[in-house]
């Protein structure tokens, strides 16, 4: 169980494995995630599940070289064993039957969206993507993101491929010329879903997004994940991890991803030969 039976560099920084989890492989469904630990001691890490085959029993993961455990998890090969993995965790994405979404996804959070979009594309929704990176070396998962997209916008912040600038600029610019949409969805960085929301706020388009706080039990009985919605507290874990986008407190839920940034820090600088520092 848990071994990688495939592994695949998408970027520099990011990978992609195929791990044998027949359980979660199972129940799984878009919007889930899993959580998972590389090495007796280690910390545990949330991950999304981006794909999932239920005859094979595998599941998919995505995963950006950010810190200490995900540069471990990244030093793992095929046939190796993720120590351990539990899931799947989190609430399903509530997806509509009909209708168009613009997904939108910026960096890794391309990984999250794609199983969203496959389902929609599946039950015959109007699928507008927008995937962006920071530049053209870091964008993942165009052609399965084409696959199950009727529109697809690539965008990168330096230019070198596609729209120049943000996911959300490319937003505003189908909303402003006059492209109709249900409802937004949008993964990725922080800043970015923020970004996202304020540009459909003012024309009230339903915006959801996938909440990414720092998780340890994934199981709603720690707090770690704590983030406040619409006034009122809910644990991304068990509640989540999507919400609506207009509802969120960003700036809270800025705060807390960011304090632990110092001990990150000093666990990365200390583990021989895990990439150093950020
Ligand atoms: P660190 O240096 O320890 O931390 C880097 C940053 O990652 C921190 O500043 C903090 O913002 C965040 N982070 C650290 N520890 C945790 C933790 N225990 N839980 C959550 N965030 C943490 N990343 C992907 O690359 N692919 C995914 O599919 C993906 N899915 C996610 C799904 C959910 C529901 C959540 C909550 C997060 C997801 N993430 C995903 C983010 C991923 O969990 C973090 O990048 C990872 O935990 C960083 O760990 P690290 O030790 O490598 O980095
Ligand atoms: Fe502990 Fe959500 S991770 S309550
Ligand atoms: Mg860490």
Redesign the pocket.
């Known amino acids: 169980m848990n071994e990688i039976l495939e592994k695949t560099v998408l970027t520099p920084v990011t990978k992609k494995i195929v791990v044998n989890a027949p359980y979660v492989a199972r129940k799984a469904q878009p919007g889930q995630?899993i959580i998972l630990r590389v090495r007796e001691n280690g910390?545990?890490?949330?991950?999304?599940i981006?794909d999932y085959d239920r005859e094979k029993g595998t599941i998919t993961?995505?995963?950006?070289?950010?810190?200490?455990?995900?540069?471990l998890l990244g030093r793992l090969e095929v046939n190796d064993s993720i120590l351990d993995l539990v899931g799947p965790l989190?609430v399903p994405a509530e997806l509509p039957e009909k209708g168009t979404v613009v997904a939108v996804g910026g960096g890794?959070g391309v990984?999250?969206i794609l199983p969203k979009c496959k389902e929609m594309h599946k039950r015959g929704v109007k699928v507008i993507s927008i995937i962006g990176a920071r530049s053209k070396d870091l964008l993942i998962l165009e052609e399965e993101m084409s696959a199950c997209s009727d529109e697809l916008h690539i965008c990168t912040d330096d230019g070198s491929r596609g729209f120049h600038g943000f996911v959300s600029d490319k937003l505003k610019e189908l909303i402003e010329n006059g492209v109709q949409m249900d409802e937004v969805i949008a993964v990725g960085p922080i800043p970015m879903m923020r970004a996202t929301c304020e540009v459909t706020r003012p024309y009230k388009i339903k915006t959801w997004v996938?909440?990414?706080?720092?998780?340890?039990d994934g199981t709603g009985m720690c707090g770690a994940?704590r983030v406040t919605v619409g006034g009122e507290t809910k644990f991304?874990?068990v509640d989540g991890?999507m919400f609506d986008g207009h509802l969120i407190d960003w700036q809270e839920a800025w705060r807390r991803?960011?304090m632990?940034?110092d001990e990150?820090k000093v666990?990365?600088e200390r583990c021989p030969n895990c990439g150093g520092v950020?």
Do not use: W
């Open positions: 995630f910390e545990r890490i949330p991950l999304t981006a993961l995505v995963f950006q070289e950010v810190g200490l455990t995900t540069r989190g890794v990984a999250p996938s909440m990414n706080p720092i998780m340890v994940c991304c874990c991890p991803v960011n632990y940034r990150e666990a990365n950020r």
